[in-house]
């Protein structure tokens, strides 16, 4: 029977110690990188600048987006997504992402009358805005087209949003507002039936 042995203490094969400079500076790389790839493909934290969505986000807010799940889901009504400017809004010489809630998906038709928003010939059941944030404006009927999304803000006759520049393509669609992390007193999940 063949036996192997462990090799004598003495014949320890020595590293040879890195430069800590060198070590920090692949440590730092690695975090950035890593971070840029969270950010880029995962989620990245956003703040409110302006009172659109108001009453459910408020000006400073800060939440965090998730980039993920769109991927693999197509948004849906009520959600709260960031969005990229749209070929019209780039044409005024908006570069900032904007935030707004999904009303309309593909192929709905959606009206705005008589203080309501109407999909598909539907009154929707709105608990997100204000009694006095009803919308003072009548818009469509219009059918939303394929790969499209009519968004509205929240702050329903304040806000800039799908019904004077028209709809959000999907390729446009960065991600989905789910957590507020500021302020710690108001801080915890978005949901798209807030809670009031």
Same mark, same amino acid.
């Given at each position: 029977?063949? $036996?192997?042995?462990?090799?004598?203490?003495?014949?320890?094969?020595?590293?040879?110690?890195?430069?800590?400079?060198?070590?920090? &500076?692949?440590? /730092?790389?690695?975090?950035?990188? &890593?971070?840029?790839?969270?950010?880029?493909?995962?989620? =990245?934290?956003?703040?409110?600048? #302006?009172?659109?969505? &108001?009453?459910?986000?408020?000006?400073?807010? $800060?939440?965090?987006?998730?980039?993920?799940?769109? $991927?693999?889901?197509?948004?849906?009504?009520?959600? /709260?997504?960031?969005?990229?400017?749209?070929?019209?809004?780039?044409?005024?010489?908006?570069?900032?992402?904007?935030?707004?809630?999904? /009303?309309?998906?593909?192929?709905?038709?959606?009206?705005?009358?008589?203080?309501?928003?109407?999909?598909?010939?539907?009154? &929707? +059941?709105?608990?997100?805005?204000?009694?006095?944030?009803?919308?003072?404006?009548?818009?469509?009927?219009?059918?939303?087209?394929?790969?499209?999304?009519?968004?509205?803000?929240?702050? +329903?006759?304040?806000?800039?949003? #799908?019904?004077?520049?028209?709809?959000?393509?999907?390729?446009?669609?960065?991600? +989905?507002?789910?957590?507020?992390?500021?302020?710690?007193?108001?801080?915890?999940?978005?949901?798209? =039936?807030?809670?009031?």
């Amino acid at each position: 029977m063949n $036996r192997v042995d462990n090799p004598a203490p003495n014949n320890k094969v020595r590293q040879k110690d890195e430069n800590p400079w060198l070590e920090g &500076l692949k440590t /730092i790389g690695l975090s950035a990188v &890593l971070a840029i790839g969270i950010r880029q493909f995962v989620a =990245e934290a956003r703040y409110i600048p #302006s009172g659109s969505m &108001l009453p459910t986000l408020q000006i400073n807010d $800060r939440l965090i987006i998730d980039k993920i799940s769109y $991927r693999f889901n197509n948004p849906q009504r009520g959600d /709260i997504v960031v969005f990229a400017p749209t070929p019209a809004l780039e044409k005024q010489n908006f570069h900032d992402a904007f935030i707004k809630r999904v /009303i309309g998906l593909p192929g709905d038709k959606v009206q705005v009358k008589g203080n309501r928003v109407y999909v598909n010939d539907q009154p &929707l +059941r709105e608990n997100y805005i204000g009694k006095d944030e009803a919308p003072q404006y009548e818009w469509g009927p219009q059918v939303i087209p394929p790969d499209s999304y009519l968004v509205l803000g929240d702050n +329903r006759n304040n806000s800039y949003d #799908s019904h004077y520049w028209g709809f959000v393509p999907r390729d446009k669609i960065i991600g +989905r507002a789910v957590v507020r992390f500021w302020p710690p007193n108001r801080a915890g999940e978005i949901t798209p =039936e807030p809670q009031y």
